[in-house]
């Protein structure tokens, strides 16, 4: 149900987009995060954003550098990464919350994609 892409092989300091597509339901109510897993470490949470688009939460790794967006229309969301580093590097998940407002725990995400791999290379 829910598709994200955009990743791939980056240099240092370049930027990503990356998408998650929403099919067979809408997620305009619910809260949608994206979280990242890199080799051997736990999942973690990297951005959020409410239902509506007004409130957005950041790991404090990301904060100024990445942003998140919603598009309900399209029933799409995004992560701009920008300034991205080695220690990004990690598959990318995108997930949809059972409440309204998003939050960095991962039990509180009902709906999770497959995954797309990001890769920072020195």
């Known amino acids: 149900q829910l598709q994200a892409c955009g990743g791939g092989l980056v240099q240092a300091g370049g930027s990503l987009r990356l998408s998650c597509a929403a099919s067979?339901?809408?997620?305009?109510?619910?809260?949608m995060a994206w979280f990242r897993q890199a080799p051997g470490k736990e999942r973690e949470f990297v951005a959020g954003?409410?239902?509506?688009?007004?409130?957005?939460s950041y790991a404090d790794s990301v904060k100024g550098r990445f942003s998140i967006s919603r598009d309900d229309a399209k029933n799409t969301v995004y992560l701009q990464m920008n300034s991205l580093k080695p220690e990004d590097t990690a598959v990318y998940y995108c997930?949809?919350?059972?409440?309204?407002?998003?939050?960095?725990?991962?039990?509180?995400?009902?709906?999770w994609g497959q995954g797309t791999l990001v890769t920072v290379s020195s």
């Open positions: 067979g339901r809408t997620f305009s109510n619910n809260a």
């Open positions: 997930a949809a919350s059972l409440r309204m407002v998003p939050t960095s725990t991962r039990w509180q995400y009902r709906y």
């Open positions: 954003i409410s239902w509506n688009g007004d409130s957005t």
